[in-house]
Nanobody
């Protein structure tokens, strides 16, 4: 069983930045695609960003493109989500997830392991 642990959430003013981390005790990131998702109150969980295990291709939701950057450090078994120019609508619980599939997916249904989530609140 793969365990993922997110950290780095918090309260930030509009326009501010946060960096989320997703750590695993196992060396999975070199063979799993990793995704970041978020879920706001009353809304469905949605794809935010992701990175493939092969070649490191990166994918972003249109709503965060140009503001968020996903990266990974295989030596540290950690995936990051750098979030800049944050907006109130970015407020949500953010989750990282791991997918063993070959093709990158933006669907929550395709991810095999999930972290517990970390709260991000953007407010003045």
């Amino acid at each position: 069983q793969v365990q993922l642990v997110e950290s780095g959430g918090g309260l930030v003013q509009p326009g501010g930045s946060l960096r989320l981390s997703c750590a695993s005790a196992e060396s999975i990131f070199s063979s799993y695609a990793m995704g970041w998702f978020r879920q706001a109150p009353g809304k469905e969980r949605e794809f935010v960003a992701g990175i493939k295990w092969s070649g490191g291709s990166r994918y972003y939701a249109d709503s965060v493109k140009g503001r968020f950057t996903v990266s990974r450090d295989d030596d540290k078994n950690t995936v990051y989500l750098q979030m800049n120019s944050l907006k109130p609508e970015d407020t949500a619980v953010y989750y990282c997830a791991a997918d063993r599939g070959v093709l990158f997916s933006r669907s929550t249904d395709d991810y095999d392991y999930w972290g517990q989530g970390t709260q991000v609140t953007v407010s003045s």
